[in-house]
């Protein structure tokens, strides 16, 4: 069985500060890991994904991600916040089953 | 690509009457997802198919609710009778048959029940 745990609930940085949202996971097997952003009122959509190709990962918006099997991690960053990264973002684990989602973080960026 | 698509998107209903949540997967996909998302509990898979097939359906909470694929490009999540406590934002996905593949969300049907 697969799961996954986010840090915190909700981070706020300031607009050009570093962005980190935490994620751990646990598997059985070698996981496919991803990250999704969903913005108000819409669906989730894709940030980047792991699948054991390269353990950095670089996805839309300036998103990149380092998968550690070491610590079983799966950190989503990007350099400079923006005002329009406010949103709430999902990790999940997926290896033989269908993906399994963290409680997600809420992203506020301020001004 | 139109993506996937939800419909309604909004249905406002009163306690004990009946909702059906329509769900058309991108075509070519041929795993579907339904998810439900809520504050308390967040994003729970309920049932998925596999080729049309419900593969698993754990996720479902109780028998007042059922979930159908009756070809490729359909799909649809039947509440009967609807509670308060089934207000949700409920979601529906698909990817293509392997699990490293993206699943592709629709826009949701936020339903509340009266």
């Known amino acids: 069985a697969q799961s996954v745990t986010q840090l915190g609930s909700h981070v706020s940085v300031s607009e050009g500060a570093l962005v980190l949202l935490r994620c751990n996971y646990s598997?059985?097997?070698?996981?496919?890991l991803f990250w999704y952003v969903q913005y108000p009122n819409q669906g989730l959509q894709l940030l980047l994904k792991y699948t054991s190709a390269a353990t950095l990962v670089k996805g839309i918006n300036g998103f990149e991600a380092e998968f550690k099997k070491s610590e079983t991690s799966f950190h989503l960053t990007k350099p400079s916040a923006h005002m329009s990264d406010a949103a709430e973002y999902f990790c999940a684990v997926s290896a033989d089953t269908p993906l399994v989602f963290g409680k997600g973080t809420r992203l506020s960026v301020i001004a | 690509d139109a993506g996937v698509i939800q419909s309604p998107r909004h249905e406002v209903t009163e306690m004990g009457q009946e909702v059906t949540l329509r769900c058309k997967p991108i075509?070519?996909?041929?795993?579907l997802f339904w998810y439900r998302q809520t504050m308390m509990r967040g994003l729970e898979l309920l049932i998925y198919f596999n080729n049309n097939v419900p593969i698993d359906d754990s996720g479902m909470p109780e028998d007042r609710f059922s979930a159908k694929m009756p070809n490729a490009s359909f799909s649809t999540l039947k509440i009967q009778p609807s509670e308060p406590r089934d207000s949700a934002v409920y979601f529906c996905?698909?990817?293509?048959?392997?699990?490293?593949?993206?699943?592709?969300f629709g826009p949701g049907t936020r339903l509340l029940v009266l």
């Open positions: 996905a698909s990817r293509m048959d392997r699990v490293m593949e993206t699943q592709y």
């Open positions: 598997s059985s097997v070698p996981p496919y």
């Open positions: 075509s070519g996909h041929n795993s």
